[in-house]
């Protein structure tokens, strides 16, 4: 299963990029969704806030890159 992210615009007109994660799934039917923040400031829980869609999505790129185990 690939991993899902979502990138939504918050109440300051930022993007924020998080993980999606589903409960409760199974192979016949979708569980609940739950957001966990995905690039955040370092050693911290607080999600990092970018000024356009087109940054977010390029760091975004840029993170699951970096994540990526290469062989």
Same mark, same amino acid.
């Given at each position: 299963?690939?991993?899902? %992210?979502?990138? *939504?615009?918050? @109440?300051?007109? #930022?993007?924020?990029?998080? $993980?999606?994660? &589903?409960?409760?799934?199974? %192979?016949?039917? *979708?569980?609940? @969704?739950?957001? #966990?923040?995905?690039?955040? $400031?370092?050693? &911290?829980?607080?999600?990092?806030?970018?000024?356009?869609?087109?940054?977010?999505?390029?760091?975004?790129?840029?993170?699951?890159?970096?994540?990526?185990?290469?062989?």
């Amino acid at each position: 299963m690939k991993p899902e %992210f979502r990138i *939504k615009e918050n @109440e300051n007109g #930022k993007f924020e990029v998080y $993980y999606v994660e &589903s409960v409760g799934s199974s %192979f016949f039917f *979708k569980g609940k @969704e739950v957001l #966990k923040p995905y690039i955040t $400031y370092s050693g &911290s829980d607080r999600i990092f806030e970018f000024s356009s869609m087109e940054v977010a999505l390029g760091e975004l790129k840029h993170e699951v890159f970096m994540n990526t185990e290469r062989t």
